[in-house]
């Protein structure tokens, strides 16, 4: 009988698994005696198993240059090679081929040598001598049914610490965005202030032309900034997202030129956009994101030229990407970013998810296009697929839940010339924000008051009433905008509510205050958009609570 350390506690399954299924199985035996290498073929026919290719050679040399080309199912290994002994034959094969199944063939009944063996990565151990035919298929057939539980379970492992890893850089790259927000709220507003001084003081195009270029250079500079922090933020999923009804062709249609002018003209665009695809419910900002940083990493794969194909379609929840996602929904709109260029190996695969991994030189990417768009795509409740090889390519698969809702059609701007009228409270701990918030306001013609934090604010309100509306910070110390915000609504219950948070809403449990009226500005916002929010809460307020 054969002994073996591994099969025996297996020997039921094995053999059911032998009975059922034939094998057909490519095997390269490790093994300087011929004698054994023929006896093995033997028995292997002797179980009717013809189908299987036995491969030999005749060193762990030989069997290391064999494994980087060659396909094998089940690695057979001597112990005793001419040019490794024992664990460190064990060792070096694991090492040359580590999702190989390896079953261990020696002429020593070592029970010691044996645990050492499955411990380096050997699937079984077999004692020659004491094989039989129908034994040596079911530990081969045992080791490949083992090997592939082993390689799902470190998969999943690999899964679920990657998923730990990009949770915990979610949650900083979000309090780094956040931080970075409030700063660029300041910087956006007041250069809108010294635009304003400047067209006061040179009322002569020709005098403040330069100056009010170099101004708009700083706002310019720090759109750019809040792009770059919209995507951490997009990647730690905590974008302020505005979703709407999406028509995906549409949006693809719409965008496509200035991807042609991105991929210059040496790429070639091509368009397979099924009618059929239908609408989706998003951010219409992160779907043209989310094809920029597609085309743009399309583009640099292809260094030589090729083709970038932007196909749509429809899957159901059954198809084979999306089974394992959790989801009500029963139907998805799918988008496809195909290009002809250099492919990636699985190195790369494994990481282009990550924030700040790249492949570019130093200074030709921020490593979070990827990031973001799987951010975008989770946040969306869809799911993100890719199929890349060296030489051959990649393509991303994006999958949408799809919407049978209509497009509605967006709000009227209002009239953001007409002066403010009104008192109004800004609360924000920042010091920088609070005094540039307070002096737009004032400019647009409101009273303004100013308080540090919630404790404060009460404070004022007690002294100065009335209020018609409260500008505040949602992540204070000592009490937050949002406990502010109810508070003050419990006790004027006309008041005009206007929330600031370089977060998304959906992390700050807003629910009940927006319910009553309260309206959410994500930093950093525009001059015009803090008016606008501003006017909107006072003349609320004038017209009393809602309900």
Do not use: W
Request: charged share 20%; proline share 4%.
């Amino acid at each position: 009988m054969m002994a073996s350390s591994g099969a025996a506690a297996t020997g039921a399954v094995a053999s059911d698994s032998a009975r059922q299924t034939p094998v057909k199985r490519l095997l390269l035996v490790v093994e300087d005696n011929p004698g054994d290498v023929r006896l093995l073929r033997e028995m292997l026919h002797a179980q009717g198993s013809h189908d299987s290719i036995l491969t030999q050679v005749e060193s762990m040399g030989e069997a290391e240059r064999y494994l980087t080309s060659g396909t094998v199912d089940v690695i057979l290994l001597d112990l005793g090679l001419p040019d490794a002994q024992g664990l460190d034959a064990v060792r070096r094969a694991h090492a040359a081929a580590p999702h190989i199944p390896l079953v261990v063939l020696t002429r020593l009944d070592d029970e010691s040598l044996a645990v050492q063996a499955l411990q380096e990565g050997a699937q079984d151990y077999l004692i020659k001598g004491q094989i039989e035919s129908r034994s040596l298929l079911r530990a081969l057939r045992y080791a490949i049914e083992r090997k592939v539980l082993e390689d799902g379970r470190r998969a999943g492992e690999s899964q679920l610490l990657q998923a730990q890893k990009l949770e915990s850089v979610g949650r900083l790259a979000g309090g780094i965005a956040h931080d970075f927000n409030n700063m660029l709220f300041a910087i956006s507003g007041y250069a809108e202030l010294l635009t304003q001084d400047l067209v006061a003081a040179h009322p002569s195009e020709l005098d403040r032309s330069g100056l009010l270029q170099s101004v708009k250079a700083i706002s310019d500079a720090a759109k750019r900034a809040g792009a770059l922090t919209g995507q951490l933020l997009a990647f730690s999923r905590q974008q302020m997202v505005v979703a709407q009804v999406v028509d995906m062709n549409a949006a693809i249609t719409t965008i496509a030129p200035m991807i042609r002018q991105l991929i210059g003209e040496h790429l070639r665009l091509t368009l397979d956009l099924d009618p059929g695809a239908g609408r989706i419910l998003a951010d219409p900002s992160q779907i043209d994101q989310i094809l920029v940083n597609l085309v743009v990493n399309a583009r640099d794969a292809m260094p030589a030229g090729g083709t970038v194909t932007i196909k749509t379609g429809t899957a159901s929840a059954s198809h084979a990407d999306l089974a394992d996602l959790v989801t009500d929904a029963a139907a998805f709109v799918s988008m496809e970013v195909t290009d002809t260029g250099v492919g990636m190996d699985l190195a790369t695969r494994e990481h282009m998810f990550e924030p700040f991994f790249t492949t570019k030189d130093i200074g030709k990417g921020t490593g979070l296009g990827l990031a973001t768009t799987h951010g975008i795509v989770d946040q969306a409740g869809g799911r993100i697929k890719v199929r890349s090889e060296p030489g051959q390519g990649s393509t991303f698969r994006l999958f949408f839940p799809r919407v049978t809702d209509s497009i509605e059609a967006g709000p009227a701007i209002q009239d953001m010339h007409v002066a403010g009228v009104g008192r109004v409270l800004v609360v924000e701990d920042d010091a920088a924000v609070r005094e540039m918030v307070g002096r737009l306001l004032e400019r647009a013609g409101y009273d303004v008051l100013e308080a540090t934090d919630g404790v404060e604010a009460m404070a004022v309100t007690r002294l100065k009433p009335p209020l018609d509306a409260i500008v505040t910070d949602v992540v204070m110390p000592n009490m937050s905008g949002v406990a502010l915000a109810e508070a003050m609504i419990d006790r004027y219950p006309s008041i005009g509510v206007v929330l600031l948070s370089g977060y998304a809403p959906d992390h700050l449990d807003l629910e009940r205050v927006m319910a009553q009226g309260a309206i959410f500005v994500a930093k950093p916002v525009s001059a015009e958009g803090l008016m606008q929010a501003v006017r909107v809460a006072v003349d609320a307020s004038r017209v009393g609570p809602p309900g």
